[in-house]
C-alpha cells in the first residue's frame, strides 16, 4: 500500500497564505507524478497543480501566480505554498500521486491522501 498524509490545512483570512504538505509512504518503486487537487461543497474534484519528478509543473489557471507546487523526489514529499488567498479557494485539499509504481511487472496505480481542509474567510 502507499500512504499520503497531508498537513497544513486550517483557517486562514482572505489575503493570507497556507502552507501544504504531502508525504508518500509505504512499499513503491516510483511516483512519477505528484499532485494537489480540491473539492468544494457541492462541487468536483479539480486539479490545483501537478508536479512530475522531471519538476515539470502544471497549476489550475485559477492559482497560477498565487500558488507554488514544489516536490522533493529523495523524501517523497509535495509541498503547495499558497499565498494570497481567497474565499473561493475554500475546499478539501487532497494530495495525489499518479503513475505510481508499487510493483515493476504491474501497470501503474493512482493514490489519493484523506484530504486537509482549507478554509478561507472573508
Known amino acids: 500500500q502507499v500512504q499520503l498524509v497531508e498537513s497544513g490545512g486550517g483557517l486562514v483570512q482572505a489575503g493570507g497564505s497556507l502552507r501544504l504538505s504531502c508525504a508518500a509512504s509505504?512499499?513503491?518503486?516510483?511516483?512519477?507524478?505528484m499532485g494537489w487537487y480540491r473539492q468544494a461543497p457541492g462541487k468536483q474534484r479539480e486539479l490545483v497543480a501537478t508536479?512530475?519528478?522531471?519538476?515539470?509543473?502544471n497549476y489550475a489557471l485559477s492559482v497560477k501566480g498565487r500558488f507554488t507546487i514544489s516536490r522533493d523526489n529523495a523524501k517523497n514529499t509535495v509541498v503547495l505554498q499558497m499565498n494570497s488567498l481567497k474565499v473561493d479557494d475554500t475546499a478539501v485539499y487532497y494530495c495525489?500521486?499518479?503513475?505510481?509504481?508499487?510493483?515493476?511487472?504491474?501497470?501503474?496505480?493512482?493514490?489519493w491522501g484523506q484530504g486537509t481542509q482549507v478554509t478561507v474567510s472573508s
Open positions: 495525489n500521486a499518479d503513475q505510481v509504481r508499487r510493483l515493476k511487472y504491474l501497470p501503474f496505480s493512482n493514490y
Open positions: 509505504g512499499s513503491f518503486f516510483s511516483i512519477n507524478v
Open positions: 508536479i512530475t519528478s522531471g519538476g515539470t509543473t
